[in-house]
């Protein structure tokens, strides 16, 4: 079966809860079948240069020719095919294993002077990629529904809407990028040799794990101090009830780093980690596919009202991603990066850990670590780099309307 049938076949199978909109129905559905059929065993974690990347590669080219795009790779292909050295262990200096990665490249030709490029990775861990997974135990596949089959299908959607938008002040490139899981690989291949010239690129924007969209409606958005416009603009758009928490720094682990370090302005969406972050549960499942819809319609309303800016002005921004990076010891938790409150707020708790042995849970609010008073996340990487291994702590903690200290061994 073709994979143009398969999409058919995933189009009619699924049905859509009678509580979405009719309107926005068909296009739910077509986001669910992006991210079932990206995610499903068939592509088998999707590992850059494997037959599962492959196939990951061919379902995006086929899609991007049924919205009606104009291919932009190698050759007046769909791809933009480079050569890398996979390597299981990151730290050696031995040579590594010699494979192909694909960017998936299509394009929206509205003859104007200055092009919007949408990104997102499509490529995820395979059977677990060491020193990347945290899946403890057996290989096992690794979905990565929201990790991006969820970013994936978040741009197969701004490119058909802005196929038929009639928003024809800029251009749109539409890129789907290999083995950022290898770190950004695919993108920084790209605009060292872009298929596309890269002149007169406008911004660039990025979906990350945009899957998970929580009921608060927090949306994380990183890179808005690299243009003074992105912040008023962000403020003017209110879109079903989504809140936003902004960073500044144009740098991260995400492709947009590829392009705001070619001096473009750049912006990173993120719904947020969760306890299935690079693990085999992160499953099509768990996604919601109700907020992928919503975080997409807010991006589609920001370029929208774009539209008549011209080309943003570039700013470079302090890394905010290495604030706190000197910290010897971890408490054994995630963050919930989308929290916008004081406090670090802990989505989940690693088994066998600090934080687990000191009876902390998962949605408990840190607001103290030793004398170190916690107000946002730096804070609390600030606070971890105080200690070493075998230190003591009072870590103090907000758990619903209870203040609670427990003492924390590192």
Do not use: C, W
């Given at each position: 079966m073709s994979i143009k049938n398969v999409f058919t076949v995933l189009l009619i199978a699924f049905s859509i809860p009678t509580i979405f909109c009719q309107e926005n129905s068909k296009s739910i559905q077509k986001l669910q079948v992006d991210v079932v059929y990206l995610s499903s065993n068939l592509l088998e974690g999707?590992?850059?240069?494997?037959?599962?990347?492959?196939l990951?590669?061919?379902y995006i080219a086929t899609r991007f020719e049924e919205i009606g795009l104009e291919p932009k790779g190698l050759g007046g292909s769909w791809f933009q095919p480079f050569?890398?050295?996979?390597?299981?262990?990151?730290?050696?200096?031995?040579?590594?294993?010699?494979?192909?990665?694909?960017?998936?490249?299509?394009?929206?030709?509205?003859?104007?002077?200055?092009?919007?490029?949408?990104?997102?990775?499509y490529d995820h861990l395979g059977y677990g990629l060491p020193g990347t997974s945290l899946h403890v135990g057996e290989p096992a596949v690794h979905n990565g529904a929201d990790d991006n089959a969820s970013g994936v299908a978040s741009l197969l959607f701004l490119a058909e809407h802005l196929k038929k938008s009639g928003l024809n002040k800029n251009n749109y490139l539409f890129?789907?990028?290999?083995?950022?899981?290898?770190?950004?690989?695919?993108?920084?291949?790209?605009?060292?040799?872009?298929?596309?010239?890269?002149?007169?690129?406008?911004?660039?924007?990025?979906?990350?794990?945009?899957?998970?969209?929580?009921?608060?409606?927090?949306?994380a958005i990183n890179g808005a101090g690299t243009s003074p416009t992105w912040k008023e603009a962000l403020e003017k758009i209110t879109f079903a009830n989504i809140k936003i928490k902004t960073t500044d720094s144009g740098v991260g682990p995400s492709d947009h780093t590829s392009f705001y370090l070619k001096d473009m302005p750049v912006l990173h969406f993120f719904t947020g980690q969760h306890t299935d972050y690079h693990k085999p549960s992160d499953d099509s499942e768990l996604v919601n596919y109700q907020g992928i819809f919503e975080v997409s319609m807010y991006i589609a309303n920001l370029i929208e009202n774009l539209n008549d800016r011209g080309k943003l002005v570039f700013t470079k921004t302090k890394d905010e991603s290495q604030q706190g990076a000197s910290f010897k010891v971890t408490l054994g938790v995630m963050p919930d990066y989308v929290y916008d409150g004081e406090g670090m707020r802990i989505d989940a708790v690693m088994d066998d850990r600090p934080a687990k042995k000191a009876g902390l849970e998962n949605g408990d609010i840190v607001l103290q670590i030793g004398e170190i008073q916690v107000k946002t996340i730096y804070d609390y990487m600030d606070g971890l780099s105080k200690f070493k291994k075998g230190d003591k702590a009072k870590v103090k903690v907000k758990r619903k309307d209870a203040m609670i200290e427990r003492e924390v061994e590192f």
């Open positions: 999707r590992e850059a240069g494997k037959p599962g990347g492959e990951a590669a061919k050569d890398f050295q996979y390597n299981p262990d990151p730290h050696s200096t031995a040579g590594g294993e010699p494979r192909i990665g694909k960017n998936v490249v299509g394009f929206i030709d509205n003859k104007a002077a200055n092009t919007i490029v949408i990104g997102a990775h890129l789907a990028f290999s083995a950022e899981e290898l770190g950004l690989v695919g993108s920084k291949k790209f605009v060292e040799k872009p298929s596309f010239s890269l002149e007169n690129v406008n911004f660039m924007l990025n979906m990350d794990m945009v899957g998970r969209l929580n009921e608060e409606k927090v949306l």
